[in-house]
Antibody, heavy 119, light 109 residues
């Protein structure tokens, strides 16, 4: 069974940092690109970042570029999102999702982890 | 950047046909994916590459895409279809960016 399990969400002060993790199982992890998608409370879905299967290529939404870093450890089947200089508007549920190639749909999603940025 | 526009809400009586639109510049030239998201749950893809359905998704869900509008059609609507729906494309004009529509709440009357 394909599973994606996020962790690391927390309450953090503005300007702070947080690292999210997404543990994958049930599929050949290195064969899939991965993404983070977030959803602010009561709002729609917003793509945040993507990384290729090898981890060599990364992409970011303009709203997080320069503050967030996506990475993956294929030996541990784990995806990461390092979030720095957090702002109130970064408050959201963060989902990880996999996709087989650029242009494809997000096949599987995790259950999400909540990040709250507030003083 | 590429923008997808969805109506905030669509209402339909049980057993009737619901149509959820997704507008974008020349969206007919792009592959559109559709997701269903129930409250408190992660999104689930219901249509991918404009017309394919994952296993377990009823044939009642279909899509059309032409010109500047893609449309998710839900036939013989059931109470369990009442939830949020999002369209999504890849914006090839910018660097690998993924674009979601704002979402549509489907209400079954």
């Amino acid at each position: 069974e394909v599973q994606l399990l996020e962790s690391g969400g927390d309450l953090v002060q503005p300007g702070g940092s947080l690292r999210l993790s997404c543990a994958a199982s049930g599929f050949i992890y290195s064969s899939y690109a991965m993404s983070w998608v977030r959803q602010a409370p009561g709002k729609g879905l917003e793509w945040v970042s993507s990384i290729s299967g090898s981890g060599v290529t990364t992409y970011y939404a303009d709203s997080v570029k320069g503050r967030y870093t996506i990475s993956r450890d294929n030996s541990k089947n784990t995806l990461y999102l390092q979030m720095n200089s957090l702002r109130a508007e970064d408050t959201a549920v963060y989902y990880c999702a996999n996709y087989p190639s650029s242009g494809a749909a997000f096949d599987m999603w995790g259950h999400g982890t909540m990040v709250t940025v507030s003083s | 950047s590429y923008v997808l526009t969805q109506p905030p809400s669509v209402s339909v009586a049980p057993g009737k046909t619901a149509r959820v639109t997704c507008g974008g510049n020349n969206i007919g030239t792009k592959s559109v994916h559709w997701y269903q998201q129930k409250p408190g749950q992660a999104p689930v893809v219901v249509i991918y590459y404009d017309s394919d359905r994952p296993s377990g998704i009823p044939e009642r869900f279909s899509d059309s895409n032409s010109g500047n509008t893609a449309t998710l059609t839900v036939s013989r609507v059931e109470a369990g279809d009442e939830t949020d729906y999002y369209c999504q494309v890849w914006d090839t004009s910018s660097d690998h960016h993924v674009v979601f529509g704002g979402g549509t709440k489907l209400t079954v009357l």
